[in-house]
């Protein structure tokens, strides 16, 4: 029989407040308890309900004490466990615990357990790693001995052993690249938070609690066709904190958003929540489905209070055309923490759909744990999905899953990636319709962000095969066409979500389509713009039509002709390593049915982006007539304030060189005049492309140690009523290279 529980707790209310703890720590490490409180329901049949429990759980611990050994009840309990023992055809394990006011002399007078191991209470956390470690259970670190790095003591069996389609030969190699740049990356990480710190002691606003970490408008698939997304400043992730290394995801880098301190009260949370509202509305975009985003989990209690959560929650059910609400959490605090979404849905109306996401990255237990470090297995993800089946039943499916998969971790190949996300896809189908729950698979491209692996392996000299180069955006398109081809996936076709680009840590380079200099491409822009539109209309033949009738317009050329950039992507991602591409193909097969998804108001928005992109053209450069006056305009704006920063921060930055840490990029805080006159020059180059009637407002300037100065900034065309972000790219002069000697 297969365990249903993995540990029956047995106690005596006099101790009511000690297994509570271990009750806490078993279940943040992902096991399943049978405690009476939680378990036993009004109705229940007591004796027979106690009796079923233990049978049907691997392990049966019990907390001695004296009122244990005086309770006819406990020891009914412990006679029922010693039965089910001595069964050989069942298994169940028992485990005593001396309290820690028992004397361990008084342990030989329990008739009952003698020949049986006792263990002396020690900790909560130390008791429930020495029942993982008896090996019967999966744990969350999968075992693996994170703090033997420094002393090269890691066995890779650890690592190969872990389940994975990758082969063992290639599991070897990556379990050796990670272990080599592991150390670096401590120290990368490190000196990224130096240079944080001084950024927040030099502009509080970077910390004020009152003001959230990340606001963005971003499209999606509702009747509004947009949802505002709010990026939290509270405590930073508990699991960063809590891991051997003190990393957390390796590709994550949160923590810049979040800040250094500790959690944000109930009302700090609703200062924030204004402020997104407001600036939702000064954006003009009419949203129904509002993101909560957090440096951890929304549902873990060290993180949000229930009081802060409580708030959020009443705040949004007064509003009446808010019909979606995201929140993000780790699998774990979803099915250990069984009250928090019925609690959040009874806060909500009866029309609000609650989605959770959750970070799943990858179907795969060796790419999720070696290459991102996330800390949960598949086991894990398929609990909290059990979970949420059950309280669906009671809530009328007003749950479902969001199941964010990055798209290129670290030390994959491009073909590689593609193959694992449609595992992933065809694995998410699959538990949707096993358990009843809607799961919506969400592609993230992975944004290259300052204190990551990502970051660290980008810093890499171009002819280090292990460089990271910035996720191809061709690769977005090649596994939306697969997902939609196959045919067991039409469901998770039609659910299907590609995130934005820009998030709430500090991004260094964006997924996109670069040119060989590290400018982006022309096309860029419409590709991405493309692709985020097809979040609303979900229709694939559209998606290509808009695609290759607008690279038809801006470069009088097909874009499958020989020398495009996919054709260039295809040639070093997919040929070397005998795959094809499903663009091609689909394309050549479907060019009338393409051809036709055009209708008139689509002209009209291919007219609108063909000057998005030829301006562009001229703020990054490739317009060669006139683009020099604006470049050199951006550049003395910008040129005042990073000298400005630059002196603030010297000293921390000669710190960074005598560890022989490259600073990846500096993000220059500016003054508001400093943006407006940044936006005139923006606006002037729109206005120049007959797009008057534009509104612009720049949200952050950097400047990278390659030797480009990127802005991104919003943009709102009044006619068309487009909102849309974008990152733009422009390369700085000598002279502004002499001044920013910390490159």
Same mark, same amino acid.
């Given at each position: 029989?297969?365990?249903?529980?993995?540990?029956?707790?047995s106690?005596?209310?006099?101790?009511?407040?000690?297994?509570?703890?271990?009750?806490?720590?078993?279940?943040?490490?992902?096991?399943?308890?049978?405690?009476?409180?939680?378990?036993?329901?009004?109705?229940?049949?007591?004796?027979?309900?106690?009796?079923?429990?233990?049978?049907a759980?691997?392990?049966f611990?019990?907390?001695?004490?004296k009122?244990?050994?005086?309770?006819?009840?406990?020891?009914?309990?412990?006679?029922?466990?010693?039965?089910?023992?001595?069964?050989?055809?069942?298994?169940?394990?028992?485990?005593?615990?001396?309290?820690?006011?028992?004397?361990?002399?008084?342990?030989?007078?329990?008739?009952?357990?003698?020949?049986?191991?006792?263990?002396?209470?020690?900790?909560?956390?130390?008791?429930?790693?020495?029942?993982?470690?008896?090996?019967?259970?999966?744990?969350?670190?999968?075992?693996?001995?994170?703090?033997?790095?420094?002393?090269?003591?890691?066995?890779?069996?650890?690592?190969?052993?872990?389940?994975?389609?990758?082969?063992?030969?290639?599991?070897?190699?990556?379990?050796?690249?990670?272990?080599?740049?592991?150390?670096?990356?401590?120290?990368h990480?490190?000196?990224?938070?130096?240079?944080?710190?001084?950024?927040?002691?030099?502009?509080?606003?970077?910390?004020?609690?009152?003001?959230p970490?990340?606001?963005?408008?971003?499209?999606?698939?509702?009747?509004?066709?947009?949802?505002?997304?709010i990026?939290?400043?509270?405590?930073?992730?508990?699991?960063?904190?809590?891991?051997?290394?003190?990393?957390?995801?390796?590709?994550?880098?949160?923590?810049?958003?979040?800040?250094?301190?500790?959690?944000?009260?109930?009302?700090?949370?609703?200062?924030?929540?204004?402020?997104?509202?407001?600036?939702?509305?000064?954006?003009?975009?009419?949203?129904?489905?509002?993101?909560?985003?957090?440096d951890?989990?929304?549902?873990?209690?060290y993180?949000?209070?229930?009081?802060?959560?409580?708030?959020?929650?009443?705040?949004?059910?007064?509003?009446?055309?808010?019909?979606?609400?995201?929140?993000?959490?780790?699998?774990?605090?979803?099915?250990?923490?069984?009250?928090?979404?019925?609690?959040?849905?009874?806060?909500?109306?009866?029309?609000?759909?609650?989605?959770?996401?959750?970070g799943?990255?990858?179907?795969?237990?060796?790419?999720?744990?070696?290459?991102?470090?996330?800390g949960?297995?598949?086991?894990?993800?398929?609990?909290?999905?059990?979970?949420?089946?059950?309280?669906?039943?009671?809530?009328?499916?007003?749950?479902?899953?969001?199941?964010?998969?990055l798209?290129?971790?670290a030390?994959?190949?491009?073909?590689?990636i593609?193959?694992?996300?449609?595992k992933?896809i065809?694995?998410?189908n699959?538990?949707?319709?096993?358990?009843?729950?809607?799961?919506?698979?969400?592609?993230?491209?992975?944004?290259?962000?300052?204190?990551?692996?990502?970051?660290?392996?980008?810093q890499?000299?171009?002819?280090?095969?292990?460089?990271?180069?910035?996720?191809?955006?061709?690769?977005?398109?090649?596994?939306?066409?697969?997902?939609?081809?196959?045919?067991?996936?039409?469901?998770?076709?039609?659910?299907?979500?590609?995130?934005?680009?820009?998030?709430?840590d500090?991004?260094?380079?964006?997924?996109?389509?670069?040119?060989?200099?590290?400018?982006?491409?022309?096309?860029?822009?419409?590709?991405?713009?493309?692709?985020?539109?097809?979040?609303?209309?979900?229709?694939?033949?559209?998606?290509?039509?808009?695609?290759?009738?607008?690279?038809?317009?801006?470069?009088s050329?097909?874009f499958?002709?020989?020398?495009?950039?996919?054709?260039?992507?295809?040639?070093?991602?997919?040929?070397?390593?005998?795959?094809?591409?499903?663009?091609?193909?689909f394309?050549?097969?479907?060019?009338?049915?393409?051809?036709?998804?055009?209708?008139?108001?689509?002209?009209?928005?291919?007219? *609108?982006? !063909?000057?998005?992109? +030829?301006?562009? $053209?001229? /703020?990054? @450069?490739?317009?060669?007539? &006139?683009?020099?006056?604006?470049?050199?305009?951006?550049?003395?704006?910008v040129?005042k304030?990073?000298?400005?920063?630059?002196?603030?921060?010297?000293?921390?930055?000669?710190?960074?060189?005598?560890?022989?840490?490259?600073?990846?990029?500096?993000?220059?805080?500016?003054?508001?005049s400093?943006?407006s006159?940044?936006?005139?020059?923006?606006?002037?180059?729109?206005?120049?492309?007959?797009?008057?009637?534009?509104?612009?407002?720049?949200?952050?300037?950097?400047v990278?140690?390659?030797? *480009?100065? !990127?802005?991104?900034? +919003?943009?709102? $065309?009044? /006619?068309? @009523?487009?909102?849309?972000? &974008?990152?733009?790219?422009?390369?700085?002069?000598?002279?502004?290279?002499?001044y920013?000697?910390?490159?």
């Open positions: 029989m297969k365990s249903k529980h993995d540990v029956f707790l106690y005596t209310q006099d101790d009511n407040k000690l297994i509570k703890k271990i009750v806490k720590s078993l279940k943040i490490r992902g096991l399943k308890c049978f405690f009476d409180k939680d378990n036993i329901n009004w109705g229940d049949k007591f004796p027979e309900k106690i009796y079923n429990s233990i049978a759980s691997q392990y611990l019990l907390l001695i004490s009122s244990y050994i005086k309770s006819e009840w406990c020891i009914a309990e412990l006679n029922t466990a010693l039965s089910i023992l001595n069964d050989k055809n069942k298994k169940i394990h028992v485990l005593p615990l001396l309290h820690p006011t028992y004397p361990e002399s008084d342990y030989n007078q329990v008739n009952l357990l003698k020949g049986i191991q006792y263990r002396i209470y020690d900790s909560p956390d130390e008791i429930a790693d020495a029942i993982l470690h008896l090996g019967q259970i999966p744990t969350l670190e999968t075992q693996l001995e994170w703090s033997d790095i420094n002393k090269r003591e890691i066995s890779f069996e650890k690592f190969i052993n872990i389940d994975s389609w990758l082969s063992k030969e290639r599991k070897t190699e990556i379990s050796k690249l990670v272990i080599d740049n592991l150390p670096k990356l401590k120290e990480r490190q000196n990224h938070l130096i240079r944080l710190k001084k950024r927040w002691e030099i502009f509080p606003v970077y910390i004020d609690r009152n003001l970490a990340w606001l963005r408008i971003s499209s999606t698939k509702s009747e509004a066709g947009y949802r505002l997304i990026g939290f400043r509270n405590c930073t992730c508990n699991y960063r904190n809590t891991e051997p290394l003190n990393l957390g995801c390796f590709n994550c880098g949160y923590y810049a958003g979040a800040g250094p301190m500790k959690r944000a009260s109930s009302a700090q949370l609703i200062e924030q929540l204004r402020s997104a509202f407001h600036y939702g509305f000064k954006t003009k975009r009419h949203f129904d489905v509002i993101e909560f985003l957090c951890g989990s929304f549902f873990n209690d993180e949000f209070s229930d009081r802060g959560k409580d708030k959020i929650f009443e705040y949004i059910a007064k509003m009446p055309y808010i019909k979606r609400v995201l929140v993000e959490s780790t699998p774990e605090h979803i099915y250990s923490q069984t009250s928090e979404i019925p609690e959040r849905l009874r806060k909500l109306r009866k029309d609000q759909i609650l989605e959770i996401g959750i799943l990255e990858t179907s795969d237990d060796f790419i999720r744990k070696v290459c991102i470090n996330k949960f297995m598949k086991i894990h993800f398929e609990r909290a999905i059990e979970t949420v089946a059950r309280f669906n039943k009671e809530f009328d499916n007003r749950c479902c899953i969001v199941a964010y998969l798209i290129k971790p030390f994959l190949k491009p073909f590689e593609i193959k694992d996300t449609l992933t065809k694995y998410l699959n538990l949707s319709i096993k358990y009843n729950v809607e799961i919506i698979p969400k592609l993230e491209p992975a944004a290259i962000s300052d204190g990551t692996i990502l970051s660290l392996l980008y890499n000299p171009a002819s280090d095969p292990n460089q990271y180069k910035p996720l191809n955006y061709w690769t977005i398109l090649e596994i939306i066409t697969k997902v939609y081809l196959e045919k067991e996936c039409e469901q998770m076709y039609k659910n299907l979500r590609i995130g934005a680009r820009e998030d709430m500090d991004v260094i380079k964006v997924p996109g389509v670069y040119k060989e200099d590290g400018r982006f491409d022309q096309f860029d822009f419409i590709l991405y713009d493309s692709i985020q539109e097809f979040n609303q209309h979900h229709d694939i033949f559209l998606l290509y039509s808009m695609i290759s009738e607008t690279y038809l317009q801006t470069t050329k097909y499958l002709s020989t020398k495009s950039t996919l054709r260039k992507w295809i040639n070093t991602a997919l040929i070397p390593f005998n795959e094809q591409s499903s663009i091609i193909n394309y050549n097969n479907n060019k009338e049915k393409i051809s036709t998804a055009i209708e008139q108001s689509n002209r009209n928005e291919i007219s *609108f982006l !063909k000057k998005v992109y +030829e301006t562009l $053209d001229i /703020i990054e @450069g490739h317009n060669y007539h &006139l683009s020099p006056k604006v470049m050199k305009k951006i550049e003395n704006i040129l304030e990073a000298i400005t920063f630059q002196d603030m921060i010297k000293k921390d930055v000669s710190d960074l060189k005598r560890s022989n840490s490259s600073v990846t990029d500096l993000t220059i805080p500016l003054k508001k400093t943006l006159d940044l936006r005139k020059v923006l606006f002037e180059c729109f206005s120049n492309q007959n797009l008057t009637l534009f509104e612009i407002e720049v949200i952050d300037v950097s990278d140690y390659k030797g *480009f100065i !990127k802005i991104f900034f +919003e943009a709102i $065309d009044f /006619i068309s @009523g487009r909102f849309f972000p &974008l990152w733009t790219m422009m390369p700085v002069s000598e002279k502004m290279k002499r920013l000697t910390i490159f």
